[in-house]
């Protein structure tokens, strides 16, 4: 029996999932073209996770941010606790700096690895934040590329998805063609 339980939710960006066990959030996803996708996401990292429609208070708060952040809402989800396992040093560090990172704030993968202590890390910093389980919580969305551009994001949505989250939390204004 695993220790593992998730749960979908709606939100204005349409039905996402989080996974958790005993200790914290074990996965995030955001919503995928079905909810077989989405729980598939969810159990690669919480294998043999159960299905629950009444998660714990402290789970059912942070959907609740989760939906409210997504309707344009500032929200800090860094008090999550983040069940960390099989993920590496250098990726924990990574998350740790974007973390920092609050709505309507943006930075480039340069800058998360001159923190680091190397910018020539940069590329590093890019396949950590694409192996990131808990997106959004851990706001992978916030790190862009050097000129501003919406590179390297692999939830489903890809750089038109990170582009709409920046402009919900008020990092980027808007553009010609949201009027449309």
């Known amino acids: 029996m695993s220790d593992f339980s998730y749960t979908l939710f709606e939100t204005a960006l349409g039905r ?18 079905s ?16 299905e629950t429609h009444a998660p714990p ?3 059912a708060a942070m959907i609740s941010d989760i939906k409210a952040l997504f309707k344009g809402e ?23 700096l974007s973390l920092k990172i609050m709505p309507g704030e ?7 690895a001159k923190a680091m202590g190397d910018v020539a890390h940069s590329r590093r910093v890019g396949q950590a934040l694409g192996r990131n ?15 501003g551009a919406m590179t390297g994001f692999s939830a489903p949505g ?17 553009d010609l063609f949201d009027a449309l």
């Open 106 to 112: 943006a930075k480039t993968y340069g800058d998360l």
């Open 57 to 59: 208070e402290s789970i």
């Open 35 to 50: 909810d077989e996708e989405t729980v598939n996401h969810l159990c690669r990292r919480a294998p043999g996770a159960r």
């Open 133 to 147: 389980p808990f997106p959004i919580i851990v706001p992978c969305h916030r790190i862009v590329g050097a000129s």
């Open 74 to 96: 500032a929200r800090d989800l860094s008090y999550a606790a983040l069940d960390m396992e099989g993920v590496g040093d250098f990726d924990r560090k990574v998350y740790a």
């Open 158 to 174: 890809g750089a038109e998805l990170k582009r709409k989250l920046l402009k919900i939390e008020g990092a980027l204004g808007p």
């Open 16 to 33: 996402c999932g989080l996974a958790w066990g005993p200790n914290g959030v074990r996965s995030v996803s955001f919503a995928a073209a």
